[in-house]
C-alpha cells in the first residue's frame, strides 16, 4: 500500500462519486489505505446514506493541528464528449486524463500518498486528512465535519484547502447562494391564456430580474472598479436550469429554475434574496391570485458556502507562502469549502495542484508536473509539523 501520487490518482479516478451517487466503495478503500498505515479513521456518514465523509488524525492528539482538506464527489460526464474513459486515469505526455484528475482527487492522491512519510515523522503539530462529499452541490459534508471540531476531536488552526490553485497561494473566493423559484399558475386552453396563468411567462419576467440584477451589479463595479484582484469583480447572478410546461397548447401549470449567486466578500449576499422577494409579492404575485388564487410563487432558498477573505497577518497564509515560495496575492471566483473552515475560525488558505480551468471540462486533466509540486509541499509541511 506504499503508493505513489500518481498511483493512487489512479485508484481513485477509478471510483465514478459523482454528487448524486454514492461514495461508500471509495470511502471502504481510503479506509483501508489508512488502516494499512496504521492510520485510525473515522467516517461520518451522511444523512442520505449514501455518502461519507472521512477525518483521520496523524501525530499528537492536541489542539493547533493543520488540516488537508479535499472533497471526495466530482460532476457528471453525461453528454459530455469525451475521447477517453472519464473513469479510468489515462496518461498523454505530462498529462493525466480523467474525471476529477484535477478537480479534486489530484490533492487526494497526494495527501495520501503522504501519509506513510506523515506516520514516520516525529510530529510535534498534529496533522488532520479530511475528504468530504457533497462539496460540488450542498457543502454539507464540510459543515458535519466542522461542527464536531474541539468536541470530538481536537480543534486545528490552520486548515490548507487543496483545490485547483496550480499551487499559488489563494486567500479568497466568493461564496454561493442558491435560489429555487417554483412558479405555479394555472392550466387553460392557450387560446383562451388570458383566463389562466402561464407559469412559463411568469418565470421569464423572473429570469429577466436575474439579468438584469446581474448587469446591475456589473455596471456599478466596472464604474467602481469592483471588489479587488476578483475577475469578475462583483456578486453575479446566474440562471442555471429552467424547466416547465405540459404541452405547446396548455398555459404552463409549473415552471422552475434555479439561480446562484457567487457573493464577493464584503457584499450580503441575503440583500438579492430579500429585494427578489419583494418584487415577486408586491410586482408579480398580485396579478397572478387575481386570475386564480392558487397561482404564485414558492421561493427556497440556502447558502451554499460562504466566501473566504484574506486574513491579516493570517497564519496559514504564512505556512502556505514559506513552503511554495509564492507571495502573489490570489483570488478565485469559484466557492470552495474554504470559506466553511475559516467561518469556524480556522485560518485558512487554497493551495492546490491544477488549473481551475480545466475543471469540471471533458477530457480533465491534470498535469504531473503539479502532483510533484504539491507532493514537495506536503514533504515540507511534514517538516514544519515536526520542528
Given at each position: 500500500?506504499?503508493?505513489?501520487?500518481?498511483?493512487l490518482?489512479d485508484?481513485?479516478?477509478?471510483?465514478p462519486?459523482?454528487?448524486?451517487?454514492?461514495?461508500?466503495?471509495?470511502?471502504?478503500?481510503?479506509?483501508?489505505?489508512?488502516?494499512?498505515?496504521?492510520?485510525?479513521?473515522?467516517?461520518?456518514p451522511?444523512?442520505?446514506?449514501?455518502n461519507?465523509?472521512?477525518?483521520?488524525?496523524?501525530?499528537?492528539r492536541?489542539?493547533?493541528?493543520?488540516?488537508?482538506?479535499?472533497h471526495?464527489?466530482?460532476?457528471?460526464?453525461?453528454g459530455?464528449?469525451?475521447?477517453?474513459?472519464?473513469?479510468?486515469?489515462?496518461?498523454?505526455?505530462?498529462?493525466?486524463?480523467g474525471?476529477?484528475?484535477?478537480?479534486?482527487?489530484?490533492?487526494?492522491?497526494?495527501?495520501?500518498?503522504?501519509?506513510?512519510?506523515?506516520?514516520?515523522?516525529?510530529?510535534?503539530?498534529?496533522?488532520?486528512?479530511?475528504?468530504?462529499?457533497?462539496?460540488?452541490?450542498?457543502?454539507?459534508?464540510?459543515?458535519?465535519?466542522?461542527?464536531?471540531?474541539?468536541?470530538?476531536?481536537?480543534?486545528p488552526?490552520?486548515?490548507?484547502v487543496?483545490?485547483?490553485?496550480?499551487?499559488k497561494?489563494?486567500?479568497?473566493?466568493?461564496?454561493?447562494?442558491?435560489?429555487?423559484?417554483?412558479?405555479?399558475?394555472?392550466e387553460?386552453?392557450?387560446?383562451?391564456?388570458?383566463?389562466?396563468?402561464?407559469?412559463?411567462?411568469?418565470?421569464?419576467?423572473?429570469?429577466?430580474w436575474?439579468?438584469?440584477?446581474?448587469?446591475?451589479?456589473?455596471?456599478?463595479a466596472?464604474?467602481?472598479?469592483?471588489?479587488?484582484?476578483?475577475?469578475?469583480g462583483w456578486?453575479?447572478?446566474?440562471?442555471?436550469?429552467?424547466?416547465?410546461?405540459?404541452?405547446?397548447?396548455i398555459?404552463?401549470?409549473?415552471?422552475?429554475?434555479v439561480?446562484?449567486?457567487?457573493?464577493v466578500?464584503?457584499?450580503?449576499?441575503?440583500?438579492?434574496?430579500?429585494?427578489y422577494?419583494?418584487?415577486?409579492?408586491?410586482?408579480?404575485?398580485?396579478?397572478?391570485?387575481?386570475?386564480?388564487?392558487?397561482?404564485?410563487?414558492n421561493?427556497?432558498?440556502?447558502?451554499?458556502?460562504?466566501?473566504?477573505?484574506?486574513?491579516?497577518?493570517?497564519?496559514?497564509e504564512?505556512?502556505?507562502?514559506?513552503?511554495?515560495?509564492?507571495?502573489?496575492?490570489?483570488?478565485?471566483?469559484?466557492?470552495?469549502?474554504?470559506?466553511?473552515?475559516?467561518?469556524?475560525?480556522?485560518?485558512?488558505?487554497?493551495?492546490?495542484?491544477?488549473?481551475?480551468?480545466?475543471?469540471?471540462?471533458?477530457?480533465?486533466?491534470?498535469?504531473?508536473?503539479?502532483?510533484?509540486?504539491?507532493?514537495?509541499?506536503?514533504?515540507?509541511?511534514?517538516r514544519?509539523?515536526?520542528?
Amino acid at each position: 500500500m506504499n503508493l505513489t501520487s500518481i498511483e493512487l490518482l489512479d485508484r481513485l479516478v477509478g471510483f465514478p462519486s459523482v454528487s448524486d451517487a454514492s461514495n461508500l466503495d471509495l470511502v471502504a478503500f481510503i479506509g483501508e489505505y489508512l488502516m494499512a498505515h496504521g492510520v485510525a479513521y473515522e467516517v461520518i456518514p451522511q444523512p442520505d446514506g449514501r455518502n461519507a465523509n472521512i477525518w483521520a488524525t496523524i501525530g499528537p492528539r492536541i489542539d493547533g493541528g493543520v488540516v488537508l482538506s479535499g472533497h471526495l464527489d466530482v460532476v457528471p460526464v453525461e453528454g459530455q464528449p469525451w475521447t477517453s474513459d472519464p473513469f479510468t486515469l489515462t496518461p498523454k505526455g505530462d498529462r493525466l486524463y480523467g474525471r476529477g484528475a484535477c478537480d479534486m482527487k489530484g490533492f487526494d492522491a497526494c495527501v495520501l500518498a503522504a501519509v506513510p512519510a506523515m506516520v514516520a515523522a516525529d510530529l510535534k503539530r498534529p496533522i488532520h486528512i479530511c475528504l468530504t462529499a457533497d462539496e460540488e452541490i450542498r457543502m454539507d459534508g464540510a459543515r458535519a465535519v466542522i461542527e464536531r471540531l474541539g468536541k470530538d476531536w481536537t480543534r486545528p488552526s490552520v486548515c490548507i484547502v487543496g483545490e485547483p490553485s496550480r499551487m499559488k497561494v489563494v486567500t479568497g473566493h466568493k461564496g454561493y447562494m442558491r435560489i429555487d423559484t417554483h412558479v405555479r399558475g394555472h392550466e387553460v386552453h392557450s387560446s383562451n391564456r388570458y383566463a389562466g396563468v402561464s407559469a412559463i411567462f411568469v418565470a421569464a419576467r423572473l429570469v429577466t430580474w436575474m439579468e438584469e440584477r446581474d448587469l446591475k451589479n456589473k455596471a456599478e463595479a466596472e464604474a467602481s472598479g469592483g471588489a479587488p484582484y476578483f475577475d469578475p469583480g462583483w456578486t453575479m447572478l446566474h440562471v442555471g436550469t429552467l424547466s416547465g410546461g405540459t404541452a405547446h397548447n396548455i398555459t404552463a401549470l409549473d415552471c422552475h429554475f434555479v439561480t446562484g449567486i457567487r457573493v464577493v466578500p464584503g457584499d450580503d449576499g441575503m440583500r438579492y434574496l430579500r429585494e427578489y422577494e419583494d418584487f415577486v409579492r408586491r410586482e408579480i404575485e398580485p396579478a397572478m391570485k387575481a386570475v386564480h388564487p392558487d397561482a404564485g410563487v414558492n421561493i427556497t432558498w440556502r447558502v451554499g458556502g460562504e466566501p473566504l477573505v484574506r486574513e491579516e497577518d493570517g497564519e496559514a497564509e504564512r505556512i502556505a507562502r514559506r513552503l511554495t515560495g509564492d507571495n502573489g496575492i490570489q483570488v478565485v471566483p469559484y466557492g470552495a469549502e474554504a470559506g466553511l473552515f475559516q467561518a469556524a475560525g480556522i485560518s485558512t488558505v487554497i493551495c492546490g495542484p491544477g488549473d481551475i480551468a480545466q475543471a469540471h471540462q471533458p477530457d480533465e486533466w491534470i498535469e504531473v508536473s503539479e502532483l510533484t509540486k504539491c507532493d514537495a509541499f506536503l514533504a515540507g509541511l511534514i517538516r514544519e509539523c515536526s520542528l
